[in-house]
């Protein structure tokens, strides 16, 4: 009789207990190991389902036969120069993570077009100062990353009205949405961005993207979210910005370094709100059911769900 297969679950952050339950039913015929550190017979890994390997791990597992990222991102696999790059990459596409993501998108645009940090730092001071917000239809919304994620909160926000355009890689034909397309059309789509949100994979070419010279290039007062990565942003050129009253407010979930340190500026700063990496969380159940399917695709000689294109890096 064969051995089972093995499947190796790699996460600083994740609760296990969560995704074994969820392979149980998704993968029942494949054993569910926890690294903890070495992984006892590396050569009997089939699977890995990671967040943050460690440098190295991926690479001492010699019959991987595909990874799974536990989140839609993979720059935090890709960190690694050891990545195995003949083992196929899958990321998570999932309805449950996507309708987070919106959520968070549309909860955050609306708070900063009505300016509710304003309003909270009037109520802490108990002044009573009535405001007229702008109207959304002539409030820009523009979303950099126009894919799966950004294009499902761009049709979330429309019915609010608003203008809404995207930054992409290739033009995209969205209605509603105007598309702008490549590093040429970077400035001209910043300009005309009065709440800037970022939804963009963390790639070498977009690493460090929300910089001065972007934040220059924005109607002065505009917002910025990022939902993305904290390597997009230059957290002290945001600092320096929203002091200067170039940038208006911010909402930010993810840092440079996580979780936020305690010294960071950015904890206390009166315009900025700030939230732990939680604008949309994985599902175990569901994903795990996605995973299954791409460990059947991989057995059948098929590419996963959802492969990553490692020349591009997303
Ligand atoms: P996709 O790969 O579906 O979309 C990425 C988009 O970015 C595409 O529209 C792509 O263009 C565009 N893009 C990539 N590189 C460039 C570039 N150099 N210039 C212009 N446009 C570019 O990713 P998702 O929407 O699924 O996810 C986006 C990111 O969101 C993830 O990588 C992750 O970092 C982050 N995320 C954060 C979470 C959180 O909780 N904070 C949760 C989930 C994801 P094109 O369409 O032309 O290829
Ligand atoms: C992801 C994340 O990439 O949660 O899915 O950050």
Redesign the pocket.
């Known amino acids: 009789m064969a051995a089972p297969e093995r499947l190796v679950f790699i996460s600083p952050s994740d609760p296990p207990g969560d995704w074994e339950a969820a392979f149980r039913t998704a993968a029942p015929e494949v054993e569910f190991v926890v690294s903890r550190g070495e992984v006892e017979r590396p050569e009997t890994i089939d699977w890995a389902v990671v967040w943050k390997p460690p440098a190295g791990a991926l690479a001492r597992l010699p019959n991987l036969r595909c990874v799974l990222s536990l ?5 935090h696999i890709l960190l690694d120069p050891g990545y195995p790059r003949d083992v196929p990459l899958s ?3 999932d309805p449950y ?1 996507t309708a ?2 919106s959520e ?1 998108v549309v909860l955050h645009v609306l708070a900063h077009h009505r300016d509710l940090p304003h309003s909270l730092g009037h109520q802490a001071a108990g002044r009573w100062k009535p405001f007229a917000a702008p109207r959304a239809d002539e409030t820009r919304v523009g979303i ?8 499902d909160a761009a049709r979330k926000l429309r019915p609010f009205g608003y203008r809404l355009a ?5 033009r ?1 034909a969205e209605p509603g949405v105007e598309s702008f ?3 040429g059309e970077l400035g001209a789509f910043l300009a005309r961005s009065d709440i800037l949100v970022c ?5 070498p ?2 690493r460090g993207i929300l910089n001065s010279a972007a934040f220059d290039r924005l109607p002065r007062g505009a917002r910025l979210i990022n ?3 904290g390597g997009h942003l230059i957290e002290s050129d945001l600092v320096a910005a929203l002091d200067e009253g170039q940038i208006g407010g911010a909402t930010l ?2 840092f440079q370094s996580e979780p936020l340190p305690a010294t960071s500026p950015l904890w206390t700063h009166p315009k900025v709100i700030v939230t732990p ?5 994985t599902d175990p159940r569901s994903t795990a059911q996605q995973m299954a399917e791409s460990m059947a695709r991989v057995r059948r000689g098929e590419a996963p769900l959802n492969p990553v294109d490692l020349t ?1 890096g ?1």
């Open positions: 989140g839609a991102g993979v720059d990321r998570v596409v993570l987070g993501m968070y950099l990353g126009l894919g799966e994620l950004g294009l995207g930054w992409s890689l290739g995209k397309a490549g590093a939804l963009l994979p963390l790639t070419a977009t939902a993305a990565r979930d993810v990496h939680i604008a949309a969380i591009k997303y």
